[in-house]
């Protein structure tokens, strides 16, 4: 038995999309990403959503239209994918690096706080492995300090928070829809926001700058979604739901089953619905096999594993001179014992008693 820990869902209704639009010969931007961003705004419960061809162009479309450049400082956690920090630094502005919380492991409000400088012009909060952060905290927070909010929701597709969805958390929102996401699109992004004036220039940045055909207001970039991206994007749009049931079950599941193995199964904050793009596990330090042994004997038995994250972004060699100053303990610690197991939809009831055979074997 071999159990991938990720496994992108598609199927016969995404090809016969993707087929369509082959057939119209309308290939590009067009009606297809028209009617996905709409019905993905509403999904967020937002007034805009805007399709680009990646997370990171999300990211760095969603900082420039906030005004980021620079000179200027944002606050991102230490321990995420590596593209909420770089994003930063293509707009040539300055990250800097704040602990998580070691128990969500979404970014901490009170080490944001200690953080912020004069130069400082906006906080980028991650959903990470699909709970949303802790919005409220960092909502007045930013408003305090007159700070744009972004949230990188690139993990959380259908997340919510007090019945908020992922999306709609902050002044600008930032979603990927990478082939191992809770849905995809192949490659692409979305950028949600309820403020009209903020739709209007990502729409302006994503697309060279034209205000209208050959005229150029602003130097922009060539990060337009396709109609063929976007057609898949409609059909898993609307099997996200079920996909995000299927992932939460799973969570219970092993939640339940690995009690009592010594593993630190995932905490969930009250009022939040996780929608586990990972299932990530802490290993404590005197697991009798270590982290790695862990999972060399996990892939022996044919169990997919990953570590999401095995270096905080502080310790980058790239950020060896932001980072530096940086003391994130957290970030540190997670990075040393986190371990990820198969959640995704397309893991079956009989895989999971597998997997927590596997796991209990170990013992």
Do not use: W
Not at 151 to 162: C, L, T
Not at 204 to 225: D, E, F, P, T, W
Not at 345 to 355: G, H, N, S, W
């Amino acid at each position: 038995m071999k159990i991938p820990v990720a496994r992108p869902l598609v199927g016969d209704e995404e090809v016969e999309a993707v087929a369509d639009v082959l057939r119209s010969g309308m290939i590009a931007q067009g009606s297809v990403v028209t009617e996905f961003e709409s019905r993905f705004a509403d999904y967020c419960g937002v007034s805009h959503a805007v399709g680009v061809n990646s997370g990171t162009a999300a990211l760095h479309a969603a900082l420039l239209t906030a005004g980021v450049g620079p000179g200027d400082s944002v606050v991102v956690p230490a321990f995420t994918f590596f593209a909420t920090a770089s994003s930063v630094s293509m707009c040539g502005a300055t990250p800097l690096f704040a602990d998580v919380d070691p128990q969500t492991f979404n970014i901490d409000p009170d080490s944001v706080e200690r953080l912020i400088r004069p130069d400082t012009r906006a906080v980028i909060a991650v959903d990470l492995f699909g709970q949303p952060f802790d919005a409220d905290a960092l909502r007045a927070l930013s408003d305090d300090h007159d700070l744009i909010l972004i949230e990188d929701a690139a993990q959380a597709h259908g997340a919510e928070y007090h019945g908020k969805r992922a999306g709609s958390l902050a002044d600008i929102g930032c979603f990927s829809f990478y082939p191992t996401k809770n849905m995809t699109t192949g490659e692409g992004g979305m950028v949600t926001t309820d403020d009209d004036a903020l739709a209007e220039r990502v729409r302006l940045l994503i697309n060279h700058g034209q205000s209208q055909k050959y005229l150029h207001s602003a130097v922009g970039y060539n990060y337009r979604m396709t109609n063929i991206a976007a057609a898949i994007g409609l059909v898993q749009l609307g099997r996200v739901e079920g996909f995000n049931e299927r992932r939460i079950k799973n969570a219970r599941y092993l939640d339940r089953h690995l009690a009592g193995t010594g593993l630190a199964t995932p905490y969930t904050a009250p009022g939040v619905r996780h929608v586990y793009h990972q299932y990530v596990v802490k290993v404590p330090a005197d697991y009798p096999l270590g982290r790695d042994g862990f999972m060399n004997a996990l892939a022996d038995a044919g169990v997919g594993t990953a570590v999401h994250y095995p270096i905080p972004i502080n310790r980058q060699p790239v950020y060896e001179n932001e980072g530096a100053t940086a003391t994130c303990p957290v970030s540190d610690d997670l990075a040393a014992s986190v371990l990820s197991l198969p959640v995704h939809p397309a893991v079956t009831d009989e895989d999971l008693a597998y997997i927590c055979e596997a796991v209990r074997g170990l013992e």
